[in-house]
């Protein structure tokens, strides 16, 4: 007897169904899987086997033949278990197999024939909806993620036993439901860190709103124990809240790389990844064997934090400057592409020279060598893409003393909220959303400078020998800035701000 049951595979942030044929023949004895799969579902079949077994039912002692379609398309991981055990008995005429097309069934046994949670299932919802299957059954510990998709019928079980008995028995199973848009709202404004927390910085401070309302990458540079980290961890709280849009974006490639909680069902605050500086370039930016997204995807829509810059490889650091620039990041395999979005806010901390203190500092002990050797680590065209270099001075015991709190984030949020809408209106029709998308043709139009305003980034050109990325980039810091004032035009006091905000480029870092 044959039987077609629906599984599904994962390529890049999409899911593609697969049809797992399942066929049964009298004469002779075998178990045959083709279709080309990897050495997790190879191994199926000892789990399949005694997880049966586990539950009152066996494998039969035929010739079995499972074909995995499309065949050309590998298939990888052990989240299949459970679709070819359903498919090997519904073939074998111990369970009913009317309706079992009907679903696509997903899951990992273990040997007693329980559940074990898989990745990727947010997409393979989404895929399930539009290709018009009834529901989907999988583990229930990923449930809340499936039930985030509307007119999809989710069914999470703890043992094959339970699917067994409803296709065979019509025990029905319990259905998992999520009003997506009431918990989006209910935790959209939930942070741990407020800036309020943060003692003295203005500048900083100031400079993080700016980066914030236009989305620009920033770079903090300043001693240990400045502060860095600390304003960095809070940028998140002054962004703009997701759209209900952005969120399923950023929880699709979570759930992709197996991040979602068993507790969460979509995503409502945006993602803030800090990698350690001993990362690797593939774990960065995404890839492997069988390619997997990187911190840089896994930071879409959010904030991706740098600390101590400098001490990350070079070779690390320079695998980002495309991904900066295109916010996708392309893997390419002999037989594939994949693509995983990269839409980040960079946020990068370094300290200003290897003892860690301002030249002018006494506890500095670096030799000017030393420190332009240390700000070598960090190439030109990398630092040309970070629209914001701000330093970060030491806070002053007075400061820290002072038991008065801070502006707090939600007061700052407001501004960055306000600005950011004139940003949407402005972009309306085109296919950019904030300031740090613009392009060259968007810079043109949208950046008109007077008089006063072009002699002034003139000098600054010549004086800091900036590049015309730089140029650029100063152009779009100084539209967000007259955003913030709610400006239609940019002001010479918005370039000089923009200006101040290149310390990197300034000759006071190549002593």
Sequence with gaps: MLVKIYGSAIYGVTAQTITIEVSVDTPGVGYNLVGLPDNAIKESSYRISAALKNVGYKVPGKKITINMAPA??????????????????????????????????MGELSLDGGLQPIKGVLPIAIKA?????????????????????????????ENISEVIDFFNKGIPLVRTEIDTRKEFQDKINYFPFDFSEVKGQETAKRAMEVAAA?????????????????????????????????????????????????????MTVRPFRSPHHTISDVALVGGGSYPQPGEISLAH??????DEMPEFKRT???????????????????????????????????NP?????????????????????????????????????VEVQKVE????????????????RERVMKAREEQNKRYKDLEISYNAQMGPKEIE?????????????????????????????????ARTIADLEGLTNIQSSHIAEAIQYRSLDREFWNI
Excluded: W
């Design 397 to 412: 015991f007075e400061q820290l003393a002072d038991r008065r709190k801070g502006e707090d984030s939600l007061t700052i």
């Design 353 to 389: 020279s290897p003892s860690g203190y301002f030249p002018d500092d006494p506890n500095n002990t670096s030799t000017s060598f030393e420190m332009q050797r240390y700000m070598n680590r960090l190439s030109g065209p990398l630092l040309d893409r970070i629209d914001i270099h």
């Design 301 to 306: 829509n959010g904030v991706l934090f740098l």
């Design 129 to 157: 909806r539009e290709e018009g299957f009834k529901g989907f059954i999988l583990p229930r510990q990923n449930t809340r993620e499936a039930a985030i998709v509307s007119n999809l019928e989710v069914y999470g079980v």
């Design 445 to 477: 139009r949208f950046c008109e400078l007077d008089m006063d305003s072009q002699n002034l980034i003139r000098n600054a050109m010549d004086k800091l020998s900036l590049s015309a990325r730089a140029y650029d980039r100063i152009l779009k810091v």
């Design 214 to 266: 236009g989305g620009h990458n920033i770079i903090l540079i300043g001693p240990p124990g400045s502060g860095k980290t600390m304003l960095a961890k809070r940028v998140p709280s002054i962004l703009p809240p997701f759209t209900l849009k952005e969120a399923l974006e950023t929880t699709k490639i979570h759930s992709v790389a197996g991040k979602i909680g068993s507790e969460t069902s979509l």
């Design 72 to 105: 050309d398309l590998r298939k990888e991981g052990s989240a299949y278990d459970l679709s070819i055990a359903l498919g090997i008995l519904a073939a074998s005429d111990q369970i009913n197999s009317d309706t079992i097309a009907d679903y696509i069934i």
């Design 316 to 350: 690390v650091l320079e695998v980002m400057r495309q991904p900066l620039e295109d916010r996708v990041v392309t893997i390419s395999r002999a037989k594939f592409t994949v693509n995983y979005p990269a839409s980040f806010m960079l946020v990068a901390s370094m």
